[in-house]
């Protein structure tokens, strides 16, 4: 079984400001890793996924993150926030073989204020 | 539009009753997931069906069933409703082998 966690509820930040949201998960097997975003009354969309490779991630809307295995992170930065960033994040963890349902974290609201 | 089109987009009905929600893939998805969406649960997966037939299994009461069919549009049947399965509900879908998944925009149920 897989966990994610995700360290942060909230995090406000002004506008063109750096931010990162944290994401730690526990697991028992290899895994794939994903950030989703949902803007208010909307459905999750696919920021980015880890499946192998370089552990440097790019995302859309200019969001990338980084997967360190050793620390089991994969921790979201963006170099400079838009006010519609304003969102809530989602990070999830599939197993790569076996069960491939998503497991979330329990999300990290971005508030980005002007 | 993500391509995942879930019917209805809001389902306001009395406790003890029984609803149907509605899921067609993005086109060339084999499978097909349920989401549940709550203030004090968060996400959590229900059930995943893969070409007409259930994968997995998750946090799904006994009260909740779902199919795929044949066109491999799913349905999630929610019976005897109660207070507390007031939620937002998401399909998503995948291709087979391709960790992708796309959401629908859900179904907003709320049991009065």
């Known amino acids: 079984a897989q966990s994610v966690t995700q360290l942060d509820s909230q995090v406000p930040v002004f506008e063109e400001a750096p931010v990162e949201l944290r994401c730690n998960y526990s697991?028992?097997?290899?895994?794939?890793l994903f950030w989703y975003v949902q803007y208010p009354n909307q459905g999750l969309q696919l920021l980015l996924k880890?499946?192998?490779?370089?552990?440097l991630v790019k995302g859309i809307n200019g969001f990338e993150a980084e997967f360190n295995k050793s620390q089991t992170s994969f921790h979201l930065r963006k170099p400079s926030v838009h006010i519609s960033d304003t969102a809530e994040y989602f990070c999830a963890v599939s197993e790569r073989t076996g069960r491939r349902a998503l497991t979330f974290g329990s999300g990290t609201r971005l508030q980005v204020q002007p | 539009d993500s391509g995942v089109t879930q019917t209805p987009k809001h389902l306001i009905t009395a406790t003890g009753q029984r609803v149907t929600l509605r899921c067609s893939p993005r086109?060339?998805?084999?499978?097909v997931y349920w989401y549940q969406q709550s203030l004090d649960q968060g996400l959590q997966f229900l059930i995943h069906y893969y070409n007409g037939e259930e994968r997995a299994k998750g946090n799904i009461l006994e009260r909740f069933s779902a199919q795929q069919f044949p066109d491999l549009h799913s349905e999630l049947n929610l019976s005897s409703l109660e207070l507390g399965d007031s939620a937002l509900y998401f399909c998503?879908?995948?291709?087979?082998?391709?960790?992708?998944?796309?959401f629908g925009s859900g179904t907003r149920l709320t049991v009065v």
């Open positions: 998503a879908s995948s291709p087979y082998r391709d960790y992708g998944y796309t």
């Open positions: 697991s028992s097997v290899s895994v794939y």
């Open positions: 086109s060339g998805d084999l499978s």
């Open positions: 880890y499946l192998s490779g370089s552990t």
